[in-house]
């Protein structure tokens, strides 16, 4: 059984209000049998320092990853997951973490590949959440395991692979780079300020506008308000609501959130995330790439 | 990975490290960065004689002091990066006070053996290399001037 859906009046201009909560609807909904809570953090130990009581840890990297290709687990081990975290397939499973629920999002489009029906973001995330001074634990719940079906991961709509990208472009497609100016110009391997990842080339995909996925963010972790992304991704980028539309950064995280705000909060029905993203496109042999003031090459 | 031996308190944490589930070694880093002390007051009013790690994902700093051979070492990293700051715990815990030239003889592989591997990414693993690069990078720096 779902939970009901936040009426707070901010969410409502959305497209899909029933896709993110407000910290006040979390905080009545703390004991609601059919919530789970889920954090998910760039910082590893974070949920250990405190979590919002009852939630569990989805860890990006050791339980979304598969450990040895570098891909998602599958049906056995999605379902395997949802068990052990006491998620049922009609439970809702609400989402946040640090650095702007970057990894909360990322968790929310893997779950999503396996279509689980009921998934959403706190606004604000693990920052709003401290910051309004609201109650944090150290102790980790043990959900009893429930019975999570066995549902294959669907990566056919919002899911972009390489050569499904390359052909988009080509086809004069469009492409949202949400990583950094610098990196989106090649003049960056690696996010500002962080460790180069191991990307031999620079720059971007042919043809991508670069809009950082941070625009979509207010300061103190919320999302922009449905006008005001709106103007940013419709009226200034000129997305339109029915068209394709890919975006990416450098292993599909920013571009999780940037996919999370043009489905859920804007509406547009065909938007897919390229978790390859530029540590497999600038690792690639003879992929085409554009950088500022130079001819694409290869041509493409 | 190299098999250097470690300075005995470093040989020691990485003994404690290897062996524990995954689960408890979080916990343990955890310890760590809780156990990392405060900049000293002149550190705190003087951050240009701090050093800025940018291999680290979030605002990290180190400063190291030689005195008669042995070193001092303190770093500073937000509470809100707890693995950074439970990588400078282990740092501070294993090499504070060992001789400049054991410090200098770490690997910077030494990570590797602390089997951290099937917890946290190995991106984020560089950082606690990186932090001993910096401290190995000021100390030759001190010693030739």
């Known amino acids: 059984m779902s939970a009901p859906v936040d009426t707070a009046p901010k969410l409502q201009a959305y497209a899909h209000p029933d896709r993110l909560v407000t910290t006040d609807w979390l905080s009545a909904h703390l004991d609601d049998p059919s919530v789970v809570i889920a954090e998910s953090d760039e910082d590893v130990l974070l949920y250990e320092t405190g979590h919002i009581p009852g939630a569990v840890k989805i860890d990006w990297h050791t339980d979304l990853n598969d450990p040895v290709a570098r891909d998602y687990i599958d049906a056995d081990g999605f379902a395997r997951l949802m068990s052990e975290k006491g998620v049922s397939r009609d439970a809702t499973l609400v989402f946040y973490g640090d650095n702007f629920n970057w990894w909360a999002a990322y968790a929310l489009w893997v779950a999503s590949l396996f279509g689980h029906p009921d998934a959403r973001l706190l606004d604000g995330g693990r920052q709003k959440w401290i910051e309004e001074g609201r109650e944090l634990t150290r102790d980790v719940p043990k959900p009893g395991a429930t019975q999570y079906p066995r549902v294959e991961r669907d990566d056919s709509h919002i899911r972009a692979f390489r050569d499904q990208v390359l052909a988009?472009?080509?086809?004069?497609?469009?492409l949202v780079d949400v990583r950094s100016p610098g990196e989106?110009?090649?003049e960056l391997l690696h996010m500002p300020d962080y460790p180069q990842e191991g990307a031999l080339r620079g720059g971007h995909i042919p043809g991508a506008a670069n809009v950082p996925w941070k625009t979509a963010a207010n300061d103190d972790g919320t999302f922009k308000s449905r006008d005001?992304?709106?103007?940013i991704y419709l009226e200034n980028l000129g997305l339109d609501a029915d068209e394709e539309v890919v975006a990416y950064c450098r292993i599909g995280e920013r571009s999780s959130h940037t996919w999370f705000v043009l489905t859920h909060l804007l509406g547009l029905e065909h938007v897919r995330n390229y978790d390859g993203s530029?540590?497999?496109?600038?690792?690639?042999?003879?992929?085409?790439i554009e950088r500022p003031g130079l001819p694409v090459r290869p041509p493409l | 990975m190299s098999?250097?031996?470690?300075?005995?308190?470093?040989?020691?944490i990485v003994d404690?490290?290897?062996?524990?589930?995954?689960?408890?070694?979080?916990e343990l880093l955890l310890e760590y960065a809780n156990a990392l002390p405060p900049l000293p007051e002149r550190y705190a009013t003087d951050r240009g004689a701090l050093e800025r790690v940018?291999?680290?994902q979030t605002p990290f700093f180190v400063a190291t002091e030689l005195a008669d051979g042995h070193v001092r070492l303190w770093f500073d990293a937000p509470d809100e990066s707890p693995t950074t700051r439970g990588f400078a715990g282990i740092l501070h815990a294993g090499l504070d006070g060992e001789s400049a030239d054991a410090v200098l003889a770490v690997p910077t592989d030494f990570s590797a053996r602390l089997g951290l591997s099937d917890a946290i990414s190995p991106l984020r693993l560089r950082g606690i290399s990186a932090i001993l690069a910096a401290v190995q990078r000021q100390i030759r720096a001190q010693a030739v001037s």
């Open chain 1, 168 to 174: 988009h472009a080509r086809a004069g497609g469009r």
């Open chain 1, 228 to 231: 005001e992304l709106s103007e």
């Open chain 1, 278 to 288: 530029w540590v497999e496109w600038g690792n690639a042999v003879s992929v085409p």
């Open chain 1, 184 to 186: 989106y110009s090649g």
């Open chain 2, 16 to 26: 404690e490290f290897a062996d524990l589930p995954r689960d408890l070694k979080l």
């Open chain 2, 54 to 56: 940018h291999e680290c």
């Open chain 2, 3 to 12: 098999s250097q031996p470690l300075p005995r308190r470093l040989s020691e």
